[in-house]
């Protein structure tokens, strides 16, 4: 797996595609994640179709596999499948419930779908699990920003000031 992992890293993808079919082969109980690598690298040789089918795979071999999941999601949204791609974040969410990453995904799916309370709500589920980060506030001050809620926004980045002094996005939103 480290060798297939340094020829990825390389940038080899063919050496690298080879050794996680042999890894396929000698250590079975690593399947997902080797499936979702090699997803990822056929998505980086922007082959859709093997990624999708090798995303599949590893979803196959573990249905919890949140990583996986995400990668599939981000997939289907790229192709406009954004229903799809919809019922993907809900399940990470249903299996992970304190995944931001997979909230942020929907919010702005639902921005862009012209969904603003939803995709607002998506933000506001972030900064409410627990341990917001600064970067939580500030996106969602971005949000509200962009939609015209200013005081919202002025609070939601004076949040993100207040758990992080040098985060100057926040300040520039001010």
Known sequence: M???SAY???GRFK????????VLTLDPDRKNLTYNNLGLIYLHLKDEVK?????????????????ARNNLANLLYQQSLKDEAIS???KIIEIDPLNKEARRSLGYIYLTAGLTTEGIGKFEEIVNLPQPTDISYQELGDV??????????ISSYKSSIDINTRNEHSYSGL
């Open 2 to 4: 480290a060798l297939a």
């Open 8 to 10: 990825n890293k390389e």
């Open 15 to 22: 050496e690298a595609i080879d050794e996680y079919e042999f």
């Open 51 to 67: 990624a999708k089918e090798y995303f599949n795979s590893a979803l196959k071999e573990d249905p919890q596999d949140t990583i």
């Open 88 to 90: 993907e974040y809900q």
């Open 144 to 153: 509200y920003r962009s939609n015209g809620m200013l005081p919202q926004a």
